[in-house]
């Protein structure tokens, strides 16, 4: 199941505003998070099936969209939360 709380000994977690289906829900990632990890991270937090395809998108800095679909665009995603000092990395689900 997703974390619900940040965990006070582990401060480096990312906030993650995860927006799917009308809902908002936050959970905390590891910055050194693999694409795998937050497949099954997305997955468990909007209840996906195991064999549901799903798109992951991250909003910059200008709000753009940006896909997550390889480890090289997740790293760019949480570089740029790390550089911008984010309050929370937003991804949306479809």
Request: proline share 4%.
């Amino acid at each position: 199941m997703p974390t619900q709380l940040a965990n006070d000994n582990n401060i480096n977690e990312i906030r993650a505003k995860i927006v799917y289906n009308a809902e908002v829900l936050i959970t905390y990632i590891d910055p050194n998070i693999t694409l795998e990890e937050i497949c099954k991270e997305m997955r468990d937090t909007c209840r996906f099936s195991p064999d549901q395809v799903f798109t992951m998108k991250w909003v910059d800095e200008e709000g753009d969209p940006c896909i997550i679909s390889t480890q090289m665009e997740l790293d760019e995603a949480i570089r740029l939360y790390e550089i911008n000092k984010d309050t929370e990395l937003t991804i949306h689900g479809k």
